[in-house]
C-alpha cells in the first residue's frame, strides 16, 4: 500500500515563504508523475505544480514565479518551496502520485495540508 504523507503547512503572513514535503512510502514500480494540488471549499482542485518521472516540470498559473517543486529520489520526498505568498494562496495542500505498481496502473493522494496566508 503506497502513502502519501504532506507536512508544512500553516500560517503565514503574506509575503512569507512555506515549504511542503510529501513522504512517499510503499511499494511503486514506476513514477510517472508527482504533483502538488491545491482546493478552497466551492472550487474544483487546482494544479499548483507537477514533476513527470523524467524530471519535467510544470507549473500552473498561480506558482509560475513564485513556487519551485522538486523531487528527492534518495529521501522518496516531494517538495514545494512557496515564496511571496499571497492571500488567495490559502488552501488545502494535496500531494498526488501517478504511477505503475506491479501490472496496475495507480493514481495516490495524500490527506492534505492546510494553508493559510493572513496577516
Known amino acids: 500500500q503506497v502513502q502519501l504523507v504532506e507536512s508544512g503547512g500553516g500560517l503565514v503572513q503574506p509575503g512569507g515563504s512555506l515549504r511542503l514535503s510529501c513522504a512517499v512510502s510503499?511499494?511503486?514500480?514506476?513514477?510517472?508523475?508527482m504533483g502538488w494540488y491545491r482546493q478552497v471549499p466551492g472550487k474544483q482542485r487546482e494544479l499548483v505544480a507537477d514533476?513527470?518521472?523524467?524530471?519535467?516540470?510544470n507549473y500552473g498559473e498561480p506558482a509560475q514565479g513564485r513556487f519551485v517543486i522538486s523531487r528527492d529520489n534518495a529521501k522518496n520526498t516531494l517538495n514545494l518551496q512557496m515564496n511571496s505568498l499571497k492571500p488567495e494562496d490559502t488552501a488545502v495542500y494535496y500531494c498526488?502520485?501517478?504511477?505503475?505498481?506491479?501490472?496496475?496502473?495507480?493514481?495516490?493522494w495524500g490527506q492534505g495540508t492546510q494553508v493559510t496566508v493572513s496577516s
Open positions: 514533476i513527470s518521472g523524467g524530471g519535467q516540470v
Open positions: 498526488n502520485l501517478r504511477g505503475r505498481a506491479s501490472i496496475w496502473n495507480v493514481d495516490y
Open positions: 510503499g511499494d511503486i514500480t514506476t513514477i510517472f508523475a
